[in-house]
């Protein structure tokens, strides 16, 4: 009998070589590009998905993100291309022995892009707008410990903290602890002002997005004098604007099946990195069958992690068991808690009183990697009696029904923020779990003093998540990078979903 699931690998395959054949057409007869023939100071870099809003204290999407962290908005602090901790809008800080109270030292020469000086009231209101019971922050675990800010003056802000928290820094490196002026806030989601080294310049939704070098910068004046965001969803069509030369370098390609044919472009640079992209299969844990641990442990049973790898991404990510960074030094590998094994997953079914399975929804948002793992996924749970019907959806859609809504009962989605376990604690997210021990040792994570107890904290989390099958978990998303030669500075890794332009420079 022909396996269903790896029959349709296999047809991917076939479709996968017949569409790189006609690439390598596409390549010999383009002789010039567009993308070459503009000056060098001219930049158009392609990205996959196109941002709902250009407000990143409003809005869930990473893309928003990808567009405004140190490009248009800055923080206090940012995460740099490794993932450290670096000064932005302040230019230093000190903390108390007890840990309670942070002093921000800013910089005086920062300035809005519409000419306002930067002070502490900016950064005081922007925290207090994000803790405000009508906030729309979806990040405000950064700003819940605040019990109290000061500005004893224009460049300094002092922040007192209800309890010691120990991850209180790295949350103001998130792109939703960026700073806004009270004047231009309620227009950033269609008009961004922030102090970054580069504007909002024009924006044609569907297409693309043009940001324009601040001059007034406090950082200088960065190489790049204007900047076209594409944005390019489709696979097939991001390969072909790389080798056609309307892109000169597309952040994180979808068709990973593509990269031999554009390594081999002498033209064009292929980076493969990391990112903090947890892929999973994600389960609605309130809602019947799913709410029985043995459906879900049956669900992950039936799902062979490798060959969704293999046939959404081309092989090139990272299996893992839990929701956790393989980056991370408190990591554990949890891939063997839940080994694939249909005939297991079966009788877990049964014995659930589901001999004959049921139907599922699974609401696939636009990302490649989503859409044909569904394909693969659903093909592996029609095996066990579970019929997985699929419902593509564009973003906007999948954020108000899935994540807001939680009308969904499958999703598959990367999880892109760094160290974001603490979802897991949260009663209203939209997989619909909870756990006192998870809540527990999340607590003590955010409380402990040194680095042994913030790991032992972090593992028990992990373990506890793997345990109760929360979600399948597939593999951490990987960072392909395409770039045209002698285009330098792009990150080669994603720490935190970004692109910032500031570095890149044509060689």
């Known amino acids: 009998m022909r396996d269903p699931v790896r029959h349709t690998v296999f047809q991917w395959g076939l479709f996968r070589g017949a ?14 590009s567009p993308a070459a023939a503009q000056a060098r100071d001219r930049l158009t870099l392609c990205q996959t998905l196109e941002p709902p809003i250009l407000d990143p204290t409003a809005g869930a999407a990473a893309a928003i993100r990808e567009v405004t962290y140190d490009n ?6 940012a995460f740099d291309r490794d993932g450290r901790i670096v000064p932005r809008l302040a230019e230093r800080h000190e903390v108390s022995a007890d840990g309670l109270t942070w002093r921000f030292f800013l910089r005086r020469d920062a300035r809005f892009h519409d000419g306002a000086p930067f002070t502490a009231a900016d950064v005081k209101f922007s925290f207090e707008r994000a ?3 009508d906030s729309k922050n979806t990040q405000k675990w950064i700003f819940e410990p605040i019990a109290a800010i000061a500005t004893p003056a224009p460049d300094r802000v002092e922040i007192t903290l209800k309890r010691y928290t120990a ?12 700073i806004l002026s009270e004047a231009s806030a ?3 989601a269609t008009e961004p002002v922030g102090t970054g080294p580069y504007r909002f310049g024009r924006w044609m939704r569907g297409d693309r997005l043009v940001l324009e070098r601040n001059p007034a910068w406090w950082g200088g004046t960065p190489p790049i004098r204007e900047a076209i965001l594409r944005f390019i969803s489709d696979p097939q069509a991001q390969v072909a604007a790389l080798l056609a030369g309307d892109c000169d370098a597309h952040t994180n390609i979808g068709a990973q099946e593509a990269v031999a044919q554009l390594r081999a472009d002498p033209r064009l640079v292929v980076a493969i990195g990391r990112t903090e992209g947890e892929t999973i299969v994600a389960m609605n844990n309130a809602r019947p069958p799913l709410d029985d641990l043995r459906v879900r442990r049956a669900i992950a049973m039936a799902i062979d992690r490798n060959l969704v790898n293999e046939g959404a991404i081309s092989g090139f990510g990272t299996p893992i068991g839990s929701h956790f960074s393989p980056n991370h030094p408190a990591y554990l590998d949890l891939t063997k808690e839940t080994p694939f094994d249909p005939r297991a997953a079966k009788a877990l079914l049964a014995e659930a009183g589901h001999p004959n399975g049921f139907t599922l929804a699974l609401r696939l948002p636009p990302p490649a990697y989503a859409r044909r793992g569904g394909e693969i996924v659903a093909a592996m749970l029609k095996e066990i009696g579970i019929t997985a019907r699929i419902e593509p959806m564009e973003w906007p859609q999948w954020l108000e029904r899935v994540f807001r809504n939680k009308d969904y009962d499958l999703t598959i989605v990367a999880h892109v923020e760094p160290m974001d376990l603490n979802i897991y604690a949260r009663e209203d997210y939209y997989f619909g779990y909870s756990s006192p021990a998870v809540k527990t040792a999340l607590a003590a994570a955010k409380s402990a003093r040194s680095e042994a107890e913030r790991k032992a904290a972090f593992e028990a989390a992990q373990r506890q998540i793997a345990k109760d099958q929360v979600n399948v978990f597939l593999f951490m998303l990987p960072k392909i990078t395409v770039a045209r030669k002698g285009l330098e500075g792009l990150w080669p890794h994603s720490p935190i979903p970004a692109a910032p332009i500031r570095d890149l420079r044509w060689n």
Do not use: K, T
């Not at 569409?19 to 010039?32: E, K, P, T, Y």
């Not at 248009?72 to 602090?77: A, D, K, R, S, T």
């Not at 790295?170 to 792109?175: D, H, P």
């Open 131 to 133: 803790l405000a019971p």
């Open 186 to 188: 309620a227009r950033a």
């Open 72 to 77: 248009i908005f800055e923080g206090l602090v």
């Open 167 to 178: 991850d209180f820094l790295e949350g103001l490196a998130w792109g939703d602890a960026v």
């Open 19 to 32: 569409f790189l054949a006609i690439l390598g057409v596409a390549a010999g007869i383009s002789a010039s």
